[in-house]
């Protein structure tokens, strides 16, 4: 991981941290004036780098608002540009709360003001990240973080514990930025989702409420239902009777209901087995998973067998539950409105499966699905999602480029970015498929072509292909060259593009 | 109270990230590592491992083993 520290702090010590924990590259930038340091710094510059982090202290620098907010501005512009991830410590921002000092100093709420449409405007980038720093220095104490001797001599005002804690949170961050997002969480019942066990104890026995025995798994439940919101998929994964679960879930007063989880293996079967085949319906790979369960065989084993699988023991101790709970797994780096679609998607894709096995055939079922295609060509309000594609899709992308979204709007200048949105009788897909042509020198590339996995198995990749070439050859040209680019994770768009150099589509 | 030439040896090199040695007439002249990173490097690893603070003249004056130590066990006296 390539690093860049663009700091009016001195970060020698963090990248020294940094530099023990692993194989990360940082280089740092140092401006006495943070703001004229960002104003100087070139798009050259900036390249190469998968991480810019920005970092100021308002405790130990006292800017004024004015120019927080012209540093805020020029991150804007550099978010805009690069295609690197921006992280920026909060310790950006004026250090007193909303409102908190209002009455003695009266322009407080001005100065709030004039930030707030920076960081409106900088949280609608999806390259850019704010570091909660100060909720951790708040945790620890300032009184234990600050040495101010060093600061006034050197600009660096830490002490060593807060060097390590800082240190840590930035590898967590870039685990968080590199790794793919998770998907699915899979979720024991007895001792996980509630306090006891539904087979021994029955209905009246086991605990999931405001009780002492019962806040923790009550606090799990909730905090899980929020996870559901921003786009997580819940399964269950239980050894017990089926009845015995769905009648807890439906009698029960607990924050999670039988239907908030999207497959449900409640069974005696093997739990790595439960979790490849949910895996399978939800056509997503185990390494987007994360299992929790209170029992050390089950951990072990899947910690062993399926080691892509992030893995959570629950203990019955809050402290411990806390930490999972803050753990960077359960984030989400952008949410989009189809993040927020993601349970209403798959309760429709699992109707489908469903209705697949009543069919003859593959084609008959695919008749019965009535299809329809919706094809756009540079289509602005479309760029950002078409940005997102191309740094989150992995399965079938001919070409991992990733684009920013005003590379995507620099290309369309040029070339044609179609996209392809797709429903069908039972829904909504979303926008689902990009494909990018070059045009170069009266020569057509195939440069990218990639789909969601949610929209595989269709053969909807093979009309929207078909339908963007006619568009081409009915202009007086076709596609010469496909840019393909094999990755470790994109099996399903190599087997379509050996299938298409056999026989291609537009001929 | 104080500190032996062998701990303080140790923590220059966890300060430095290399092999220092150091003796009591090593001066930061004659010991190419001890450039100012290194001295802030220095510092915040005396901070922690003593638990002491030092003022900003002091870590002004600190140009030799001989004057770290000496700050040190008149620091670590009081």
């Keep these: ?507 | 109270m104080g500190i032996t030439i062998e701990k303080l040896q140790d923590i220059f090199r966890s300060a430095f990230s290399s092999e220092v040695e150091i003796n009591l007439e090593t001066t930061k002249d004659n010991l190419p590592d001890w450039d100012s990173i290194n001295h802030l490097n220095l510092i915040v690893e005396l901070e922690d491992g003593l638990n002491i603070h030092f003022q900003p003249d002091e870590i002004e004056s600190m140009k030799s083993v001989k004057v770290l130590l000496d700050l040190i066990q008149k620091k670590s006296n009081v």
């Design chain 1, 1 to 507: 991981m390539k690093i860049l520290f663009l700091s009016d702090i001195v970060l020698e010590p963090i990248a020294k941290a940094l530099k023990s924990k692993g194989d990360n590259q940082v280089s740092i930038s140092f401006h006495e004036d943070l703001l004229g340091g960002l104003f100087n710094i070139t798009l050259e510059q900036l390249q190469g780098f998968d991480l810019v982090y920005i970092h100021t202290d308002v405790r130990f620098k006292k800017h004024s608002s004015d120019k927080i907010s012209g540093i805020l501005k020029q991150l804007v512009r550099l978010c805009s540009i690069s295609t690197a991830n921006f992280l920026c410590a909060d310790l950006i921002e004026l250090p007193f709360p909303k409102g908190v000092l209002s009455k003695g100093i009266g322009n407080v709420n001005d100065a709030w003001e004039s930030i707030s449409n920076e960081t409106t405007a900088l949280n609608q980038h999806p390259n850019f990240y704010w570091f909660n720093l100060d909720q951790h220095f708040r945790n620890l104490g300032y009184d234990n973080i600050y040495t101010y001797s060093l600061g006034h001599l050197y600009q660096m005002p830490y002490n060593k514990k807060a060097i390590e804690v800082f240190a840590n949170l930035i590898v967590q961050w870039i685990d968080f930025l590199v790794c793919p997002e998770k998907k699915v969480i899979v979720l024991d019942c007895d001792n996980t989702l509630w306090n006891g066990i539904i087979g021994e104890d029955g209905l009246t026995g086991i605990r999931c409420d405001l009780s002492q025995e019962g806040v923790q798994f009550y606090h799990l439940q909730q905090f899980l239902l929020e996870r559901k919101n921003i786009g997580f998929l819940l399964c269950l994964c239980s050894k017990n009777n089926e009845d015995d679960v769905k009648e807890a879930f439906e009698t029960l007063n607990m924050p999670l209901k039988w239907d908030d989880f999207i497959v449900k293996k409640v069974n005696w079967e093997d739990k790595s087995l439960n979790i490849k085949s949910i895996a399978q319906t939800l056509n997503l790979g185990v390494d987007s998973f994360v299992f929790l369960d209170d029992s050390d065989f089950e951990v072990q084993s899947i910690r062993s067998l399926l080691p892509e699988v992030k893995v959570f023991q629950i203990h019955k101790d809050y402290q411990e539950f806390l930490k999972i709970t803050d753990s960077f797994v359960f984030c989400r780096k952008q949410l989009s409105a189809e993040d927020l679609r993601k349970h209403q998607q798959y309760i429709e894709e699992a109707s489908r499966k469903r209705d697949e096995g009543s069919f003859e055939s593959m084609d008959e079922y695919i008749k019965s699905l009535e299809i329809n295609l919706d094809i756009r060509c540079n289509e602005p309000a479309d760029f950002e999602r078409v940005s997102q594609l191309t740094q989150k899709t992995n399965q079938f992308n001919f070409n991992k480029v990733p684009y920013s979204t005003a590379e995507i709007s620099e290309i369309a200048s040029q070339n044609s970015i179609y996209t392809l949105r797709v429903s069908d009788k039972y829904g909504d897909y979303g926008l689902v498929g990009v494909i990018i042509i070059l045009h170069k020198n009266n020569e057509v590339i195939l440069h990218n072509f990639l789909m969601s996995c949610r929209a595989l198995g269709r053969r909807i990749e093979k009309d929207f292909l078909r339908r963007v070439s006619k568009e081409i050859y009915e202009s007086g040209s076709s596609i010469i060259e496909t840019q393909f680019v094999k990755t470790d994770r994109n099996k399903p768009a190599e087997d379509f593009y050996l299938q298409l150099s056999k026989q291609p589509i537009w001929e």
